[in-house]
């Protein structure tokens, strides 16, 4: 409620204006700046604000009124809205590899595809080591063992060293055919038991030792 002589604000128990102790009608002045700047009926235009003590219009911007010095309440300005970030695309997640597992073969539980023992019976899951093969040299060491011991055995068991010869004999015939050892059959013998048993020991000897390196 203002007054209507100077536009002073006044409270609902004021019967006289207390600063003109005025009654009259509003300064035709107050009424002109209303309809020049399109004040709505109690409120401000949206360039101009008026005073409420003395009706002057004023900028929308004044801190205080130039006519009467009244000091306007500016309003405080709304606090600022909360930036967020705006939200970013969750990265791809790559596929996590599935670890390898194994059957155990003896008691038919799973293990780590890395685990060397069978967590239930304790199987060994590393392979069997392949069986080295045989080189040329025990191979050779083996036939040259039986050979030899076939030949050892042949002129100790077989090889005859006797011959026929024929002697005068008394009471069957006048010549009687009987056998006796032979010296060149006997060397013969002896050196062949003696080449028997070194071949046979060469080729044991090439059998056990022909591996190392």
Not at 98 to 119: E, I, M, W
């Amino acid at each position: 409620m203002e007054c209507p002589e100077c536009g002073y604000a006044l409270s609902p128990f004021d019967k006289t204006c207390p600063r003109c102790a005025g009654k009259g009608p509003r300064r035709p002045d107050a009424a002109r700046q209303t309809q020049a700047f399109g004040f709505a009926p109690g409120g401000d235009s949206p360039t101009h604000k008026r005073c409420p003590r003395c009706g002057r219009v004023q900028p929308l911007d004044a801190p205080r009124c130039e006519n009467c010095g009244r000091v306007f309440q500016t309003p405080f300005p709304p606090p600022p809205a909360p930036q967020f970030p705006a939200p970013q695309p969750a990265p791809p997640v790559a596929p996590q590899p599935v670890a390898p597992v194994k059957v155990c073969p003896r008691c038919h539980q799973t293990a780590a595809g890395d685990a060397r023992f069978c967590g239930g019976c304790y199987y060994d899951f590393a392979p069997p080591a392949a069986a080295p093969h045989p080189s040329p040299v025990r191979i050779f060491g083996c036939f040259l063992l039986i050979a030899g011991v076939w030949c050892a055995g042949y002129f100790f068991l077989f090889f005859d060293t006797s011959v026929p010869v024929q002697s005068p004999g008394f009471v069957s015939s006048p010549y009687a055919i009987e056998r006796v050892n032979n010296l060149g059959l006997m060397a013969d013998r002896q050196n062949g038991i003696l080449i028997g048993l070194g071949m046979a020991i060469l080729g044991a000897l090439m059998t056990l030792f022909g591996n190392r390196k």
